[in-house]
């Protein structure tokens, strides 16, 4: 291949993924163009640019589900979980990794098996446990119990972070005369921050889209975004346009952080999840 | 360097390591264990009435349901299609996106994208898509494609829960791959042209093999991911048309709170699992033997 | 004793909203008046009942999302009046049986939880407050009822009385020239071949609702008759099978009519397409209920719409309209505050704001016998047929947890091409086996 046929092959190529992403990206826009109309003109051609920029779904749904407080919430839920399982999921996946006994090998094990467990199988026991605990109707006992959902893919991936680093990173931490939590603290921790963006969006992509659980140990007592967008999806009727607003809503929030956080992730994940 | 103090260590050991055990044990292994026992009753998942009944359950299950039979074959196809597709497909853009396209930012954010939105809203709007989209489309081009019953018949149904299976969450299996990529050295693929290795030949005897890491990573989580796959099709078909689309996970749940026979779900759901524990040790183990040192 | 405490407090609860009336708006300037200062609140509330001065909160958890504009009405018309009670109410429709039996199961039940009627009873039998002496059921219809008795025990507080069947257009089936209403499946036929040669769509078929089907097969189920309880006794204890009942093998018969004079895509068909297609005019039938009136005027507000006495076969005099009442509150028998709950659900069927819940709120038949009609067309001709047609039984209240669904698969499977006839029924007698002994 020469080299004016190898541009010409790459140009032809680009052209070729900008067309495929925008494909890919096609149902998206119409829920954007949609959310732009009204129900009949939704329901006689979905497919049709908007008219014009309407935005009193917007409005109306901003108001419908009370979306300043329920993104307060949401923000707050994410948040929580997210700290916790970044911070417990780098010190055990950190540790973990570095200790070689028969006794971390088994903590491992059990720390990743419930990434192979349908949450369907034991949600309503969970639900009993966490009201035992007094983790039931707030946002702070839900966030405990991200903890330790969230936590055996943080695990995993801190894990296998770590075995790529070299051991002579901490010596020369201990050397200077730092603790072992110091070295931690100081000298491990920021290598990882690749990883952690990582499992930082990770998590509040799944956080902060999740369902199940909020309506199952929120009891109506606190609302998120996506349980209060769902009451806009009904069995029995559906409001087209408001879904559709609702679902721009609740999904800019976390595009939003993806695209601070994208830089990170890439890096993240080459050194984080490559060494299983 | 650290071993001089042994009960210095085996503190820091637990001071590390057990928030995390004590709060998945809590958020998951306690209750899926506590779930347990409920496999061996006779149990609505409500009532004060819960009957012990040995292994009853369970011998139902093996010899005599055909629909987890059913939804086993479902799931076992759905899998070995899902990830065998999804990871090819990543690998490819993932290549693709390590070119030097212009928009090549803009092109990762489109494919991740699908990845950042809840599953409910994908069904939701796919939904949307196969039936009012199609409709118009039909309308405008006239191809029979757009007519067809993507979620109306029996086996259009699977690949179109496939497509969207795929559509979702290939974004996030390219962004592994990616930065696997990124990790292979550019001295050796340099190497590589010298020698005379280019194209197709370099990325299969070069990239690929550099590669292994990533694909043990990502082959886990696809196969654990495929095979608990539910959200889809719970908005998507409700695992219809006529059962065609009931995956296991569909079939526990159903189970479990329609049919009211939770005790026969916690059964079901444990077998599921040892299942899908010996085919991921089994991945796991192959890829890994087929991993080399950079 | 405690009865007949709770008969005082009945009575004179009872007279509070009567004596509102009579007022008229003067005492609702006063309410609103006392509600602005704190001081005051006792003097409307104070002197009928001084032990429920306590603030209380009354927890409902339940489904049917279209009741919430009204639930929020009702809870502070029952605020105006009993300024201490607090009415929550937590609405959700999917994952709804996830949602109740995780509460139950952590313990933190609410006073009140909707459930369906029949063997929903048996379900929840274990949490739920008898209400077989209380006064107030007797203001209840004996229709709504039976859904809701298990062994002499009254597991519940129905609320709308509902029907499906066929609805039609009725300005389609004036334009195609049909003056009778189709009552035996060659009637309906021909009906579609005139209905199809004006170009309009005979039936819109929402199939990919499981329970548009399960309900268009209970429809074909209850014209046998007879003694519904004893034929499923004996469903239920393995001495009979499903399809040993003549009628039940009609629905595929009325299944097949359907979708050979149906829309495109039945299965991929979903409630709002249906009704969609309905509503537009560009489909003259469809198997719904009274619960679509509201969307369908959504669409098109001056529809002139009514209901069929639904076809099950070749004989006339069978074909009738499915009425029953399958939405039913349940009070939580270890509540806090039983007695308010108990006191609200008598407010409900004797107070204006109360009776208007469901007619006026949601434009559905109310269960109180003494409540206003809605103002609704299939509402109406609900009420015609109670009074003078051939009406129905939900008879699916009679089934094993879990049947609806896999009735309504098994269906969609036969519609998909995936079973014939024989091997739909053989699998819906074995399905009907495996959950009967199940649940036994």
């Known amino acids: 291949m020469t080299h004016r046929n190898q541009r010409r092959f790459d140009v032809i190529l680009e052209i070729v993924i900008a067309i495929l992403a925008l ?9 954007v163009f ?35 407080k329920l993104f307060v919430n949401t923000f ?8 916790g399982i970044v911070v417990f999921g780098s010190m055990a996946g950190y540790k973990l990794s570095r200790t070689k006994t028969k006794l971390s090998g088994f903590l491992f094990f059990l720390c990743i098996m419930p990434m192979m467990i349908p949450f369907q199988s034991f949600m309503i026991t969970l639900t009993k446990l966490a009201k035992t605990f007094h983790l039931i109707n707030s946002l702070g006992g839900l966030g405990v119990i991200y903890w330790g959902l969230g936590a055996p893919l943080a695990v995993f991936m801190f894990h296998g972070f770590v075995k790529s680093l070299p051991m002579e990173l901490e010596e020369s931490g201990a050397i200077d005369g730092a603790s072992r939590y110091g070295v931690f603290v100081r000298i491990v921790f920021p290598v990882m921050l690749p990883v952690i963006s990582t499992v930082i969006i990770l998590n509040v992509m799944w956080i902060w889209n999740d369902f199940l659980l909020p309506l199952l140990m929120l009891n109506g007592k606190q609302s998120t975004l996506q349980l209060a967008s769902y009451k806009f999806f009904g069995q029995y009727k559906s409001e087209w346009q408001y879904a559709l607003t609702a679902v721009v809503y609740t999904s800019i929030p976390p595009i939003a952080v993806f695209l601070v956080l ?12 490559v060494k299983g | 360097m650290f071993t001089r103090n042994r009960w210095g260590s085996r503190v820091e050991f637990g001071v590390f390591v057990l928030p995390a055990v004590v709060c998945i044990l809590l958020s998951a292994i306690v209750p899926f264990v506590m779930s347990m026992y409920y496999s061996m009753t006779k149990w609505n998942g409500v009532g004060k009435h819960i009957k012990f009944i040995g292994l009853k359950n369970f011998r139902e299950l093996l010899t005599s349901d055909t629909n987890a039979l059913k939804a086993l074959i479902f799931t076992l196809e759905y899998t070995l299609l899902a990830v065998v597709l999804t990871n090819v497909i990543a690998i490819l853009l993932a290549v693709l996106m390590t070119k030097a396209f212009k928009l090549r930012g803009l092109y990762r954010v489109s494919f991740f994208v699908p990845y950042i939105i809840s599953l409910i809203i994908i069904g939701f709007v796919w939904k949307f898509m196969f039936t009012k989209g199609f409709d118009v489309l039909y309308a405008q081009t006239g191809w029979s494609i757009f007519q067809w019953s993507w979620l109306g018949n029996a086996h259009l149904a699977f690949w179109s829960i496939l497509f969207v299976g795929i559509w979702q ?5 390219m962004m592994i791959y990616i930065t696997g990529l990124q990790s292979v050295p550019g001295d050796l693929l340099e190497a590589a042209s010298i020698d005379g290795c280019v194209g197709l030949n370099r990325f299969f005897r070069i990239t690929l093999p550099l590669l292994m890491p990533s ?3 990502a082959l886990f989580l696809s196969i654990a991911n495929s095979l608990k796959v539910f959200d889809i099709i719970y908005t998507l078909t409700f695992g219809g048309p006529g059962g065609a689309t009931n995956s296991i996970t569909m079939d526990i749940y159903n189970e479990a709170f329609v049919n009211n026979r939770f005790g026969y779900a916690t059964a079901k759901s444990l077998v599921f699992v040892v299942l899908i524990l010996v085919i991921t040790v089994i991945q796991v183990r192959f890829t890994k033997s087929k991993e080399v040192e950079a | 004793m405690a009865a007949k405490k709770w008969m005082t407090v009945a009575a004179t609860a009872a007279l509070v909203p009567a004596l509102l009336t009579a007022c008229g708006s003067n005492s609702n300037n006063s309410n609103e008046a006392n509600a602005g200062s704190n001081t005051s609140t006792n003097a409307n509330s104070g002197a009928n009942d001084s032990a429920s001065t306590e603030p209380v909160e009354i927890t409902i958890l339940q489904y049917a999302p279209e009741m919430t504009e009204s639930i929020n009405k009702l809870a502070a018309d029952y605020k105006k009046e009993h300024p201490n009670v607090t009415i929550t109410a937590t609405i959700h429709q999917d994952d709804y049986p996830t949602l109740l039996k995780s509460r139950i199961n952590s313990g933190d039940i609410p006073d009140i939880f909707m ?7 048996k379900t929840y039998q274990d949490y739920v407050y008898d209400l077989k002496d209380e006064p107030f059921m007797k203001n209840i219809v004996p229709t709504a009822l039976p859904g809701v008795t298990l062994d002499g025990k009254v597991l519940g507080f129905p609320l709308v009385l509902q029907s499906h069947s066929f609805i039609y257009n009725k300005k389609l089936f004036a334009d195609a020239g049909i003056t009778e209403l189709p009552k035996t499946f060659a009637e309906l036929e021909d009906a579609a071949k005139k209905l199809q040669a004006k170009g309009v769509i005979p039936f819109s078929n929402g199939y990919k609702e499981w329970w548009v089907l399960e309900q268009t097969f209970t429809q074909v189920l209850a014209s046998m008759g007879g003694d519904y309880a004893k034929t499923f006794d004996e469903l239920n204890s393995g001495d009979k099978k499903l399809f040993d009942i003549p009628e039940a093998s009609n629905v595929f018969k009325l299944i097949d009519l359907t979708t050979k004079y149906g829309n495109p895509k039945p299965l991929e068909t979903d409630l709002n397409s249906q009704v969609a297609l309905f509503a537009e005019g560009k489909a003259a039938m469809m198997h719904q209920g009274t619960w679509v009136e509201d969307s369908v005027r959504k669409l098109n507000p001056n529809i002139d719409m009514g209901f069929m006495p639904g076809p099950v076969g070749d004989d006339a005099s069978k074909a009738g309209l499915m009425v029953d009442s399958n939405i039913v509150w349940r009070v939580n028998k270890d509540s806090d505050h039983l007695k308010e709950v108990l006191k609200f659900l008598e407010w409900m069927t004797t107070s204006d704001a ?21 103002d609704a067309q299939l509402s109406k001709e609900t009420q015609t047929f109670l009074e003078g047609g051939v009406t129905y039984p939900w008879v699916k209240g009679y089934w094993p947890d879990g049947f609806e669904q896999k009735a309504g698969e098994i269906l969609q499977k036969y519609i998909a091409g995936g079973a014939s006839a024989d091997e739909a029924e053989a699998e819906m007698n074995k399905t009907y086996k495996t959950l009967a002994e199940a649940a036994e």
């Open chain 1, 23 to 31: 494909l890919f990206l096609y149902p998206l826009f119409l829920v």
């Open chain 1, 34 to 68: 949609n959310s732009f109309k009204t129900y009949d003109q939704v329901l006689t051609n979905i497919l049709a640019l908007p008219k014009s920029l309407m935005l009193d779904n917007y409005k109306q749904v901003w108001t419908l589900m009370g979306y300043p």
């Open chain 1, 76 to 83: 707050f839920l994410t948040l929580a979980g997210v700290a």
């Open chain 1, 262 to 273: 994208q830089k990170y992730i890439i890096k993240g994940m080459v050194a984080g999840a």
């Open chain 2, 169 to 173: 969450s290939v974004g996030f299996y």
């Open chain 2, 215 to 217: 694909i043990t990573v």
């Open chain 3, 115 to 121: 459930t369906g009627a029949y063997n929903e009873n």
């Open chain 3, 354 to 374: 109360g009776k208007s819940f469901i007619p006026v709120g949601t434009k559905q038949i109310s269960t109180v016998a003494s409540a206003p009609f809605p």
